[in-house]
């Protein structure tokens, strides 16, 4: 049963809550917007950089512009899309801005994909930024949104953020 699928592998995520991804076409104009929605004021930006990620099995190239803030006891990133392929990519063509993930941070991430997977969720796209660590995991039809796990030993996250 899904539901029971999606309820264990919350489980072993879930305490490690820590983000709403929200893929945009307009990122200023989505800062302005949630800053008076969320209460963002403080925006950590980062510029658009053609990076390597890896899409189910295949290396693609994917340039994507962000901003983390603040809201509540979540970070709201904003994910915009300028150029190449990827997940956010197809998100935007095919649904249009609006939740793309939810963000969790673990310990030991090839344990959390490889679990995942067990349970019928793949990861689908992935990267690393320094020893920073991502996968996407394929829960959509289960959950309406892509759940992302993050290895992150060093803490750089928290590092580029305004509120610290």
């Not at 104009?29 to 295949?58: I, M, N, Q």
């Amino acid at each position: 049963m899904a539901d029971d699928r999606v309820a264990r592998l919350l489980a072993l995520v879930g305490p490690g809550l820590f983000q709403h991804g929200i893929v945009v076409e307009d990122i200023a104009a989505a800062r302005t917007a949630l800053g008076s929605v969320l209460g963002c004021t403080a925006w950590a930006e980062l510029p658009a950089t053609d990076l390597p990620y890896d899409l189910r099995g295949k290396e693609v190239s994917c340039a994507l512009e962000l901003a983390f803030a603040r809201s509540g006891g979540l970070q709201v990133e904003l994910l915009q899309p300028v150029r190449g392929e990827g997940l956010h990519v197809e998100f935007l063509a095919e649904h249009g801005p609006g939740l793309h993930h939810l963000g969790f941070l673990v310990a030991d991430l090839e344990a959390v994909v490889t679990e995942a997977a067990a349970l019928g969720f793949p990861a689908v796209m992935g990267g690393a930024f320094g020893s920073l660590q991502f996968r996407y995991l394929d829960i959509w039809a289960a959950l309406g949104s892509y759940v992302e796990v993050v290895e992150d030993p060093d803490g750089l996250l928290a590092s580029i953020m305004p509120w610290r």
